[in-house]
């Protein structure tokens, strides 16, 4: 009998993963203002990510967010576009929980070498920003705080009015160099960093969590950086 379940194991269909994405990262061809607008010239060169909705057994609505990448000398720039019909943004200070709220993430991993270490920012619709170190995809060191991270948002409605129609909102990140210096160089032409751009959408129960690239996993999570799609940075 164990003989027989072990064939029937190893017979069995796998049920393969779809392929990482990749994504350029252009060069700012201009100056970024973070604004929260992203109505910059620079950001017409950045190719769009669409967001997609891996869970479908999630009741939050489908709401379509739109992320941006590029990078200059002394800054790495993201920028989302997050439709949303009802904005909501509790949290306020630095390093409070926004992941609750409605808010997007950026987890990068500058050494894709390795997956046990890697930078989370997530930035809630008020542009409150709770960043941290990833270790092991289960310690957060949130005492670690990025230097001179610029952010800024802007939000087309009434930030948590419920009960109105609102329109969306915006957010840009700038984030310098030297925070990444522990684990990579500041990046040349064809360099390859790995991240996930993620969204958390909507007030319990009905939420949902949209993502770049898939996870892979069987129940909502963002933080697996093994399935991080791939940033190449070029002129």
């Known amino acids: ?10 017979s069995a269909p796998l049920v393969a993963q779809p392929p990482v994405p990749r994504y350029e990262v252009k060069r700012a061809p201009g100056p970024i203002v973070i604004d929260g607008k992203l109505d910059d010239k620079a950001w017409a060169a950045a190719p ?15 709401q379509k967010t739109i992320a941006k990448l590029l990078w200059d ?7 989302y576009e997050c439709e949303d019909k009802d904005i909501v ?28 270490v890697y930078f989370g920012l997530e930035m809630n619709a008020r542009a409150v920003l709770y960043d ?26 009434t930030l948590n009015a419920r009960g109105d129609e609102d329109q969306g909102w915006s957010l840009e990140v700038a984030i310098p160099w030297v ?7 500041r990046p040349t032409p064809g360099t390859v960093w790995t991240a996930n751009l993620n969204r958390w959408d909507g007030v319990e129960p009905d939420r949902r969590l949209s993502m770049w690239s898939d996870s892979g996993d069987a129940q909502p999570n963002p933080h697996h ?6 940033l190449v940075f070029v002129k």
């Open 225 to 230: 950086p093994a399935r991080f799609g791939q």
């Open 132 to 157: 941290y170190l990833m270790v092991d995809t289960k310690y957060v060191f949130k005492r670690f705080n990025m230097q001179g991270v610029q952010l800024a948002s802007f939000i087309r409605g």
């Open 73 to 79: 000398d002394d800054y790495l720039y993201v920028g």
């Open 89 to 116: 943004a509790q949290r306020t200070e630095r390093d409070d929980p926004t992941y609750l709220d409605d808010a997007v993430e950026f987890f990068v991993d500058p050494k894709p070498s390795q997956t046990t």
């Open 1 to 10: 009998m164990r003989i027989l379940l072990t064939c029937l194991l190893l």
């Open 48 to 62: 769009a990510i669409e967001f997609i909705f891996p869970w479908q057994f999630q009741t939050g609505a489908k």
């Open 179 to 185: 925070n990444f210096e522990e684990l990579a160089k």
